[in-house]
């Protein structure tokens, strides 16, 4: 299954850009990270089946193994492509939210933009490797 990063805003050369680098390096699933202007650009269109996940103030608040399982099913149930939308300052519109299939939060604070991003591919790799059965706890 395909890990698509779709982010409003451009990441450059950045701490945050390091961190989202080393983990997506990390990631052994097929993974792609398309970035869009603030306002307007185009998504690129997805591999149905499809899921669309945005990160989201209003999301639901997630362990990792509970993400792991989610990604895990989507994956078994032959979905080719798992979106994870970060949308832009002032966030998602309400249908953005409707059509999304899941939203998820990383707690009840308001993060930066690049450091959602890169807690995003921290929390993909940490998935995938609990997926896979490795003792993700023990790297980082």
């Known amino acids: 299954m395909l890990l698509h990063v779709i982010a409003r805003g451009k990441i450059a050369r950045s701490p945050e850009a390091d961190l989202f680098e080393r983990y997506t390096r990390r990631i052994t699933w097929p993974l792609r990270h398309s970035e869009l202007p603030d306002s307007g650009g185009k998504v690129p269109d997805p591999q149905p089946p499809f899921r669309t996940v945005l990160l989201d103030e209003r999301g639901?608040?997630?362990t990792s193994e509970k993400f792991a399982t989610i990604l895990g099913r989507w994956r078994d149930d032959g979905v080719r492509?798992?979106?994870?939308?970060?949308?832009?300052?002032?966030?998602?519109?309400?249908?953005?939210r409707a059509g999304?299939?899941?939203?998820?939060?990383f707690g009840a604070m308001t993060w930066p933009h690049l450091l959602a991003r890169a807690m995003l591919a921290e929390q993909l790799w940490r998935a995938t490797s609990i997926l896979a059965g490795h003792p993700y706890h023990r790297a980082g």
């Open 60 to 62: 639901e608040q997630l």
């Open 100 to 105: 999304a299939d899941l939203l998820i939060a």
């Open 81 to 96: 492509e798992a979106r994870f939308v970060l949308g832009a300052a002032d966030g998602h519109d309400d249908a953005a």
